[in-house]
């Protein structure tokens, strides 16, 4: 099979130093991520509260908490936008271009976090359905950042270091679970001093102040502030220009927009069009040819990022569950209500700083040295091993003198997590698909993890309840119970190791290369040839 000639102008892109605006990419691109997963920390801190201010039951042993199907809403409805918008704006992203689309989903982002912390009414119906109206939204902003933020990191960067700076747009998600950890223990504590309550043992109705309604609200807004100083140059960016070479055809345009951003100096010399023989250019999504040389390649993406969202959302939504079944956290009961969140705030916390952030950088400055394939492999194997060390001897680790032991070993599941398949999942699909359908198959990746995610945030509710009726939580039916939960977590991990096979290695390879881009078969005229020189 012939090849056809890569244009010059994204040699260039291959080769091209690392400069100034790679960094500046990494941050406008990286603050969906930041406000996706401060977002997501916060969600579960804020539907304790919401429990124990909307559903107190009179004469209760145990503070209010959310009704099982208000919970499965309150944390799933975000869940389902993102999937929406994933699939919505990766099409998108091929469409109009990816700086077409971009500026759209972090206004949605913007406003629907300022949204759910507005949400109104005083009564719980009024109050839970605002917000769930604004977290589909704001799901549905996110998951648009997914597929774009993704494809046009590794449009601009060059093959040298380019799995670093998108493992770093992702890694911007560490910073946003550490931002909610603090925005929580500082707005909780502030309220504390203000406003003193005593635990629910003591005071049920006085273990909530009134002005605890205002913390959930802050907290949840306070995400927006940074998208929003990124929005401004988010619009700025130039469009890529490997879309613009290889999907608008406009080599010219390609160039100038390159120019602008990158310290490059460009010539371009209008030459007699050559007839090329491009069939990479025109088959369709889902044709025959795109499904023989791509679907191993899409399935292998889609079904470990499906795979390592069950285990990753059911472990990261629910860490207070787990943190008070082991015997880390104190009873409810015991604490009040800003007590609760300040305890779990903190410990979650300690959890994403010793676990999962250095995870996401160990990725960062490793990737383009042992490659994605390597990394995605060690996550899902010690995934695997850590949870089946937690699950088997579980009732050891429920022992007060064991919780240390516990809470080391449930870290290390988070570090192997992101220092694997929670990062390589999002890089590689942004690598291996040709130029007009990128977004679109990073978007169908990233939706299969959302349904992952969904079945993880749904399931393990259900699932980890108590098989013993009597030690269930209110309105739930009984579960699996914790140890068999970790249990399917485990076995899940194993086969996103055995699926991981199916996905190639695109370390130092360009991206026209993975995605066999310059393969002719067929008829097509290129009009311009460029000469580019740094």
């Known amino acids: 099979m012939a090849k056809e000639q890569q244009p010059e102008v994204l040699k260039v892109l291959d080769v091209a130093?690392?400069?100034?605006?790679?960094?500046?990419?990494?941050v406008i691109s990286g603050m969906g991520f930041f406000t996706d997963s401060y977002d997501l920390f916060c969600i579960s801190l804020v539907t304790k509260l919401?429990?124990?201010?909307?559903?107190?039951?009179?004469?209760?042993?145990?503070?209010?908490?959310?009704?099982?199907?208000?919970?499965?809403?309150?944390?799933?409805?975000?869940?389902?936008?993102?999937?929406?918008?994933q699939l919505f704006f990766g099409w998108l992203g091929d469409k109009l271009g990816r700086k077409g689309a971009y500026g759209i989903t972090l206004m949605l982002m913007v406003g629907c976090s300022i949204g759910s912390g507005?949400?109104?009414?005083?009564?719980?119906?009024?109050?839970?359905?605002?917000?769930?109206?604004?977290?589909?939204?704001?799901?549905?902003?996110?998951?648009?950042?997914?597929?774009?933020?993704?494809?046009?990191?590794?449009?601009?960067?060059?093959?040298?270091?380019?799995?670093?700076?998108i493992a770093s747009v992702f890694a911007m998600q560490g910073f946003g679970i550490l931002a909610g950890g603090m925005v929580a223990i500082v707005v909780s504590s502030i309220f504390r001093a203000l406003y003193h309550a005593d635990p629910y043992s003591v005071d049920p109705i006085g273990s909530t102040v009134p002005q605890a309604d205002y913390v959930w609200r802050i907290i949840l807004m306070f995400g927006a502030i940074p998208a929003a100083l990124t929005f401004y140059s988010r619009m700025k960016m130039p469009e890529t220009p490997r879309y613009t070479a290889l999907v608008a055809k406009d080599q010219t345009k390609a160039c100038q927009d390159m120019a602008k951003v990158l310290?490059?100096?460009?010539?371009?010399?209008?030459?007699?069009?050559?007839?090329?023989?491009?069939?990479?250019?025109?088959?369709?999504?889902?044709?025959?040819?795109?499904?023989?040389?791509?679907?191993?390649?899409?399935?292998?993406?889609?079904?470990?990022?499906?795979?390592?969202?069950?285990?990753?959302?059911?472990?990261?939504?629910?860490?207070?569950?787990?943190?008070?079944?082991?015997?880390?956290?104190?009873?409810?009961?015991?604490?009040?209500?800003?007590?609760?969140?300040?305890?779990?705030?903190?410990?979650?916390?300690?959890?994403?700083l010793c676990g999962t952030v250095p995870g996401y950088w160990v990725?960062?400055?490793?990737?383009?040295?042992?490659?994605?394939?390597?990394?995605?492999?060690?996550?899902?194997?010690?995934?695997?091993?850590?949870?089946?060390?937690?699950?088997?001897?579980?009732?050891h680790?429920?022992?007060?003198?064991?919780?240390?032991?516990?809470?080391v070993i449930y870290g290390l599941t988070f570090f192997f997590a992101n220092f694997g398949p929670n990062s390589t999942t999002f890089v590689i699909p942004a690598e291996i698909f040709p130029a007009r359908f990128r977004s679109t198959c990073h978007g169908i990746s990233a939706a299969a993890g959302k349904a992952g995610a969904i079945i993880g945030a749904f399931g393990f509710l259900y699932a980890s309840q108590n098989q013993d009726n009597a030690k269930t939580d209110a309105g739930y039916p009984p579960g699996i119970g914790m140890r068999n939960s970790l249990i399917v977590l485990g076995v899940i991990s194993?086969?996103?190791?055995?699926?991981?096979?199916?996905?190639p290695e695109s370390k130092g390879k360009s991206l026209e290369e993975m995605s066999r881009e310059n393969e002719d078969e067929g008829d097509q005229v290129q009009p311009n040839r460029v000469e580019v020189t740094v």
């Open 17 to 26: 130093k690392t400069q100034f605006y790679h960094f500046t990419a990494v």
């Open 50 to 85: 919401l429990g124990r201010i909307y559903y107190h039951v009179e004469g209760s042993a145990k503070p209010g908490s959310l009704p099982p199907n208000v919970a499965a809403a309150v944390n799933g409805v975000a869940l389902c936008g993102t999937l929406a918008g």
């Open 118 to 165: 507005l949400s109104f009414g005083s009564s719980p119906t009024s109050v839970i359905a605002t917000l769930c109206f604004f977290r589909f939204w704001l799901g549905f902003g996110i998951g648009g950042d997914y597929p774009l933020s993704a494809t046009i990191m590794s449009e601009y960067a060059n093959k040298r270091t380019r799995g670093a700076f």
């Open 263 to 352: 310290n490059v100096e460009i010539k371009e010399k209008q030459q007699v069009a050559q007839p090329q023989n491009n069939r990479s250019s025109k088959f369709a999504l889902f044709s025959k040819e795109f499904l023989r040389r791509h679907g191993l390649h899409l399935l292998g993406t889609a079904s470990t990022w499906f795979l390592l969202d069950i285990a990753y959302y059911s472990q990261n939504l629910f860490q207070k569950d787990i943190f008070s079944a082991v015997g880390w956290l104190p009873s409810a009961s015991s604490m009040s209500a800003l007590g609760e969140l300040y305890k779990i705030a903190r410990a979650q916390t300690l959890i994403a």
């Open 363 to 395: 990725t960062v400055f490793l990737i383009d040295h042992i490659g994605r394939f390597a990394i995605q492999l060690i996550g899902f194997f010690f995934m695997t091993v850590f949870m089946f060390v937690l699950a088997i001897p579980y009732h």
């Open 397 to 407: 680790w429920t022992r007060p003198e064991n919780n240390i032991g516990f809470i």
């Open 494 to 503: 194993i086969l996103g190791f055995f699926f991981t096979f199916l996905v």
